[in-house]
């Protein structure tokens, strides 16, 4: 057994693998903690912290990724989109977790007993690490929560994509006038029925033609009563023998024969009377027959002509309708392809995926009270604003159990004393910094003396060769000396010859060089 497996009363105890595990997912030093037994427990419990939230981390991103890549509805399972969910799931786990235990090990409590100061700077530093972790919970968090409300949430999504619809059908109803157009039809539709409706009805003029038909009937009636009085009254004294001369046949017998020339002169006095009315409203019957069918002909002209002219107009708004319809028939197929197309586009963009659902969610949060009266719809305005509030407090409380774990073992170095283990952990990076320090200093110095000896050895090399170079130098000048002595030796040699050859020539040849 090693000396550091022994406690601080000399007991023997030996941390188990499950403990040397949670030991460094919190990023402690296994042989520094053997130290400190004490806080086996509070060091094990930090890592099995930053482990679960791991898990959890691997879990939700699984389930992100997951809504993703599937395919088909919420109660099928897409076995490709459960593969790449498990491979992304698990490096999302390993990414999270590794900043977790990256967090830890990185922050360095100082001695509180040091001040206030030195908690004011903890807190300071340790403001980034928290803010890297309160992201990491939401991230964490957030898929959770949707898998929590997936099935609400898949109607919401179901909803908001049928509204959205329902919005493109309004607007191109819009761009297209529809309501503009069907207007005009129901217009032209009432007018039609108008004019269906006018035809059964007579006009002014026809119904001022029917009273003076109707006075003329009346006055008709009048007159053929007093016609049918003047001739009773003419029968009556063709009918009474009293009113004739008595007549003697060749026998002597008296008889009566009823001609108008033997009537009375007092019958034949009422006769007349009477057969001069019953003539005379005989020929006002007569005339205001013909004025009675005078009438019927100007009440069949007038309703020819009026219903002719409503027929036209019938026939001219069917027209106009047609037009009408066939623009609408256009702005229908032009609506339908327009709002197809969007609607299209609103089914891809509302696939039940990660993105969606977090929208859906935001829209659960929030009480939709579009379309409703304040006054009318009083219970169903406060329905909606307490769902929207438990979907809110619901949400907030995942988030906080989320953010209380992964904020926990940074808190607990916050709010806890330097242990054991921080001291001899800073010893040890004291002695590891000492260490550094002197093996830098000894490099140092080491540096400076191979730097002092190729500087001198450098420095002799030059003057050596400074000197072999003077040397060499020195013969070369003598000897380029001595050949320039024997260049002009031969060259005075030459120049005499020719001289000697022909001297006026040579004087010629260097006057013209001149």
Known sequence: MKKNDLTNNGSKRKPSLLTRLLWWCAGVDSELIKKCPHEWAKYASMGATILFTGIFASIAGGYALYTVFRNGSLSSIDNNAIMYAMIFGLFWGLVIFNLDRYIITTFKKSDSKSGIINICKDTFHALPRILLAIIIAITISKPIELKLFENRLAQQIKQSEQETQKKNGQVYNGIYRIDEITGNIANIDSNINDYYGLLDKKPQEVEELEILKRNYENNKKQLEKDWKNADSNCKKIF????????????SGLPYVERKYQFLKPQAKNKYDKFYSVRANKKMEIQKIKKSIENTD?????????????????????????????????????????????????AKIAYTNNFVTQLEALNSLKRANLEGLDPEKDKEEIEKRKAEAHSFYIISLAITLLFLCIELSPM????????????????????????????????????????????????????EVTVESNKKIMEQIASVQ??????????????????????????????????
Request: charged share 40%.
């Open 297 to 345: 002909y100007q009440i069949s002209m007038a309703l020819t002509k009026y219903r002719n002219d409503l027929n036209g107009k019938i026939k001219d708004a069917e027209e106009e309708k047609r037009k009408w319809k066939g623009k609408k028939d256009t702005a229908d197929a032009n609506i339908k392809k327009a709002t197809d197309d969007a609607n299209a586009v």
């Open 411 to 462: 808190l607990t170095k916050l709010i806890t004393s330097r242990g054991t283990y921080d001291e001899l952990l800073e010893a040890e990076e004291y002695r590891q910094k000492s260490i550094c320090r002197l093996q830098i200093e000894k490099l140092r110095q080491d540096y400076e003396v191979e730097v002092k000896t190729y500087n001198e050895e450098k420095k002799n090399h030059y």
């Open 239 to 250: 009918g009474n023998n009293n009113n004739f001369v008595t007549k003697h046949d060749a």
């Open 481 to 514: 000396a001595e050949l320039l002595e024997t260049a002009i030796e031969e060259w005075r040699v030459v120049e005499l010859d020719k001289i000697k050859r022909d001297p006026s020539q040579y004087i010629q040849s260097n006057t013209r060089k001149e």
